[in-house]
């Protein structure tokens, strides 16, 4: 039987589980191995941009922004790391300014060129790594930094063997690596921060697929499976 493990809570129409199901039988073990709670927000900064680095934050954004009946200014602009992260942004009727390809330094570099003289809100999540805002710094006029839920690593968690595991944020890969081996599993990371962690942390083989969307981490799978 093939498993497969994701540190993600799946819904049950997720394009991950679908695509997989079209593939064949596979079992799917969809858990998170982090812990996120809400940090509460009274207002926000004004500012010229508001740009999301996961569709988590995304998510609690707009919980606090809905129960605290705050409007956004409509001259602000909205910008995401990734294509998944700006699907986020379409479940709440906001089509992203900028969409960059998930990769941190070529998102950077680009996002740079767009906010000379500009504030830059990032709502993120408590242990953000920042790594948009080291390549705006020179450009934007002022960065924000808003922390809206905090991420800590789970302790409590057992994983079965699997073909592949699929981590979902560099978190996930510490909160794994500190219960199990890497060095003979096969990998695959969301994005190049991810990716990079699970080389850090001694992953036997390490894949990134090409977007950051469930569709095409499912995809990655695949071919991978396909290959075994």
Not at 55 to 64: L, R, S
Not at 154 to 166: E, H, M, Q
Request: net charge neutral; proline share 4%.
């Amino acid at each position: 039987m093939t498993r497969v493990f994701i540190s993600r809570q799946l819904s049950e129409n997720s394009q991950f589980r679908e695509k997989l199901a079209s593939f064949g039988f596979i079992l799917i073990q969809d858990e998170p191995l982090i812990d996120l709670i809400p940090i509460p927000f009274s207002a926000i900064e004004p500012c010229d941009w508001i740009f999301f680095s996961s569709k988590n934050a995304v998510t609690f954004f707009f919980k606090q922004i809905k129960s605290l009946s705050i409007k956004i200014p409509s001259h602000v602009k909205w910008g995401a790391i990734g294509l998944a992260t700006a699907k986020e942004l379409l479940t709440y009727q906001i089509t992203a300014d900028f969409s960059g390809n998930g990769n941190p330094e070529v998102v950077g570099i680009s996002f740079s060129t767009l906010v000379t003289g500009k504030k830059v809100l990032f709502p993120s999540a408590k242990n953000s790594r920042e790594s948009i805002q080291r390549f705006i710094k020179n450009e934007a006029s002022e960065i924000i930094n808003l922390s809206i839920y905090d991420n800590s690593t789970k302790n409590d968690f057992d994983i079965a063997p699997s073909d592949i595991y699929v981590f979902t944020s560099p978190l996930n890969v510490i909160a794994f690596s500190k219960k199990y081996n890497l060095s003979d599993k096969n990998c695959l990371g969301i994005g190049e921060t991810t990716a990079e962690q699970l080389k850090y942390s001694g992953a036997l083989s390490v894949l990134m697929s090409p977007f950051t969307t469930e569709e095409s981490m499912a995809q990655t799978v695949i071919d991978f499976l396909c290959k075994k």
